[in-house]
């Protein structure tokens, strides 16, 4: 069989895979978080059908012929570019703006982390995301303030974040009125009878390689063998400032994506083409012997 019809269905699979990632992007246009993924090729093994040869003293030297057998995926990268970030007015959504840092969720013994920080407030006061994952806070947060640049933030430890609704002062009970977070994910609770309560600096996390974290769906990244260990800081610096009352869109560009799309409906216009051409020329080798 010809060595092009082969090289026609790898680059038709590959454009099927390219559209997979894009449709992927278009339909997460609208999710908070949410990071686009990109795809990129390279093409594959060759086959040699004639090697290369050194000069001598009367010829000079002779290139391999070399023929391609089609391409394969290179890569599928998650692009954890900032984007933009829309005003909600309410004091539990977070965004993390000029930084590359994420927030801890907790599920059981799980950790993930996450750019979508639509939290909210439990029936026993604890700050969850919208699966019930529990948002994580800096452990002894008294000392987090003092504490930008520790020597291994790596072992920096993580609790869960409870901030109770109602309270008792001198045996009356006080419900919450409202809840401030500061740039660095300070919380403030304060309470009906004007008490104020530091609850705890919200946890984020860094990685030396934020490309290699998995996707674990529902806005969530898990750390993988490739991304490194997660280093625990609060807000600021490298990390990023908290900012209340906003949370941050999809980095997809649709316009950006409808190209892609052209270029990959092309792309496998052209590779099915090559395998119809191809499946002409073999008939015309079968009709030979009629």
Do not use: C, W
Not at 20 to 43: E, P
């Amino acid at each position: 069989m010809l060595r092009s019809m082969y090289s026609g269905i790898s680059g038709m699979k590959n454009m099927q895979i390219k559209l997979d990632v894009i449709g992927n992007n278009i339909a997460n246009v609208n999710t908070f978080g949410f990071k686009k993924g990109r795809i990129t090729f390279k093409d594959a093994m060759y086959q040699t059908i004639g090697s290369a040869s050194g000069g001598t003293a009367t010829r000079g030297g002779i290139n391999a012929k070399q023929v391609g057998l089609g391409s394969e995926i290179a890569s599928i990268d998650t692009i954890h570019t900032e984007s933009s970030l829309q005003n909600t007015s309410r004091p539990l959504d977070l965004a993390i703006t000029n930084g590359d840092g994420y927030f801890v969720v907790k599920d059981g013994g799980q950790y993930y982390f996450t750019r979508a920080g639509n939290f909210y407030i439990d029936e026993e006061g604890l700050l969850v995301n919208s699966d019930g994952y529990r948002v994580q806070k800096i452990k002894n947060p008294e000392n987090a303030e003092n504490a930008v640049n520790p020597k291994n933030p790596e072992n920096r430890e993580t609790e869960d974040i409870k901030i109770p609704k109602q309270k008792k002062v001198e045996g009356k009970s006080v419900g919450l009125q409202s809840i401030s977070i500061s740039q660095t994910g300070k919380i403030i609770a304060q309470y009906e009878n004007g008490t104020v309560d530091t609850i705890g600096n919200i946890a984020l996390a860094r990685f030396s390689n934020a490309e290699g974290l998995n996707k674990a769906g529902g806005n969530l990244f898990q750390s993988s063998a490739n991304s490194g260990k997660p280093q625990i800081e609060i807000g600021g610096g490298a990390y990023g400032t908290v900012v209340s009352g906003k949370l941050e869109m999809s980095n997809v560009d649709l316009s950006e994506e409808f190209t892609e799309m052209i270029v990959a409906q092309r792309g496998f216009q052209a590779n099915s083409r090559i395998i119809t051409t191809s499946d002409e020329i073999l008939q015309e080798l079968v009709n030979l012997k009629r």
